[in-house]
């Protein structure tokens, strides 16, 4: 059996601040934007290469805004992605040096904590 994980639901509390924080400071792109109903507000937003996509908006995810930790994104240089997040207004990490990899921390408006790794050989 074949599986791909393709969409993350990420609670925020505040739709319009988080499409501004993903899409303009970390740079994801704004795949959807759809108002289904008074509810129902569907926003997904896909870190530029990857196959996986996150989903904002309201009526999605029972889940309280910031309780999701341990989202974690891959990069070829994290130096790189340290300098675009800091210039896009990002607090961020330092960066770090692990055996398993080199990371950056953020977490988004509401708490949502991500990892940005370089694999390292």
């Not at 393709?6 to 924080?21: A, G, M, N, Y």
Request: charged content about 20%.
């Amino acid at each position: 059996m074949e599986c791909r994980l393709e969409l993350i639901s990420v609670p925020v509390s505040d739709v319009e601040r988080s499409i501004k924080f993903y899409a303009e400071q970390v740079g994801f792109n704004l795949d959807h934007d759809h108002q289904v109903t008074e509810d129902l507000r569907f926003v997904q937003l896909t870190p530029r290469g990857s196959a996986c996509s996150i989903s904002i908006g309201t009526g999605i995810t029972q889940a309280e805004p910031g309780s999701v930790q341990g989202l974690q994104v891959v990069v070829d240089d994290v130096e790189v992605a340290h300098a675009h997040l800091v210039k896009n207004g990002v607090e961020v990490s330092e960066v770090q040096d692990f055996p398993w990899g080199r990371f950056v921390f953020f977490s988004d408006p509401d708490g949502n904590g991500w990892a940005v790794q370089q694999i390292v050989s």
